[in-house]
């Protein structure tokens, strides 16, 4: 069973621009989420997905942030301008629904830098 | 605020020891908890969980054990061996926050040969 990917592994922009990371998660997967780990700091939920719909966005930083679950099946994180703030590693997790145990399964992430 | 706290940046351990990793949290509402493993350029990988009822889970090697009374919970691992080398991650969850994980900052263990 393939795992969680995303892409691109690195990005690297100037302040100002605008990147959109990619996540495509286990299939059959309904549940998706955006965590984001800025350098040093702990991983920080950014948003979950229920299939297409926005479950919770409550960690979003901002409306330069726009995620998006087409069709629920896979994610897209746009960042439109991007700030040198941004910087940090992106990670999408996927569950299956209704899993009481809490566990979700990670991608390996986007490296966003900002410069 | 941090919610979920892990007060060691770092930790050596001998091959063949025991390693044991401490995490605090803050929020009374958490009723589960999970310990995940990141080896470098790669997404967190789940480890062990334990539910708030819990007081103790084993899976093989690791053992996570919850006081809930003092708000804390440890990871054991014996014996140590040179593939945990890696950054651990303690992390919570409430069922009144939906879905969302809150995690540590991360301990880096190293396990000496």
């Known amino acids: 069973e393939a795992g969680v990917t995303q892409f691109p592994s690195h990005s690297v922009i100037e302040k100002g621009q605008t990147v959109t990371l990619r996540c495509d998660p286990i299939?059959?997967?309904?549940?998706l989420y955006w965590y984001r780990r800025v350098m040093g700091k702990e991983i920080k939920f950014l948003l979950h997905?229920?299939?297409?719909?926005?479950?919770?966005e409550s960690g979003m930083p901002n409306n330069r942030f726009l995620a998006e679950r087409t069709g629920g099946t896979y994610s897209t994180l746009k960042v439109q301008p991007a700030e040198l703030e941004d910087s940090g590693v992106y990670f999408c997790?996927?569950?299956?629904?209704?899993?009481?145990?809490?566990?979700?399964?990670f991608g390996p992430g986007t490296r966003l830098t900002v410069t | 605020d941090q919610q979920v706290k892990q007060n060691s940046p770092s930790l050596s351990v001998q091959e063949g020891r025991i390693s044991i990793l401490n995490c605090d949290y803050t929020n009374s509402m958490f009723d589960y908890f999970l310990w995940y493993k990141k080896y470098p350029a790669e997404g967190p990988t789940f480890l062990i969980s334990?539910?708030?009822?819990?007081d103790k889970n084993e899976d093989g090697r690791f053992t996570v054990f919850l006081n809930k009374s003092a708000k804390h919970l440890s990871l054991h691992i014996v014996p140590s061996q040179p593939g945990d080398s890696a950054v651990y991650f303690c992390?919570?969850?409430?069922?009144?926050?939906?879905?969302?994980?809150?995690f540590g900052k991360g301990t880096r263990l190293h396990i000496l040969p």
């Open positions: 997790a996927s569950s299956h629904y209704r899993d009481s145990s809490y566990e979700q399964y």
């Open positions: 997905f229920v299939k297409e719909s926005k479950q919770d």
């Open positions: 299939s059959g997967h309904d549940n």
């Open positions: 992390a919570a969850a409430a069922k009144e926050g939906g879905d969302k994980i809150i």
């Open positions: 334990i539910s708030s009822i819990k």
